[in-house]
Nanobody, 126 residues
């Protein structure tokens, strides 16, 4: 059974940093792509970042490019999202997701992925 567990959310002031973790189990980590998504209250879900564990390619939405960095620790089956220069508009529940189909990062961030975690709340105060 595919399992994804997010952690690392919390309250931070604008300009601060957080690192989110997505611990995974139940699937062949190297064969999957992992994405980070977020959803603010009253807003649609937004794809934030993506990494392919098979070739290491990454993709970022324009809203986080240059501030967020996604990385993968294959030994720990864990994906991280380092978030720097946080803004109040980054406030949302952040979800990680996994998929083994061979779609592009753009596709995944637009349409979502197959398996999802329960999310972790990030609150950025002004």
């Amino acid at each position: 059974e595919v399992q994804l567990v997010e952690s690392g959310g919390g309250l931070v002031q604008a300009g601060g940093s957080l690192r989110l973790s997505c611990a995974t189990s139940g699937f062949s980590f190297d064969d999957y792509a992992i994405g980070w998504f977020r959803q603010a209250p009253g807003e649609d879900r937004e794809g934030v970042s993506y990494i392919s564990n098979s070739d290491g390619s990454t993709y970022y939405s324009d809203s986080v490019k240059g501030r967020f960095t996604i990385s993968s620790d294959n030994a720990k089956n864990t994906v991280y999202l380092q978030m720097n220069s946080l803004k109040p508009e980054d406030t949302a529940v952040y979800y990680c997701a996994a998929d083994h189909r061979d779609y592009s990062g753009t596709y995944y961030l637009l349409y979502g992925m197959y398996s999802w975690g329960k999310g972790t709340l990030v609150t950025v105060s002004s």
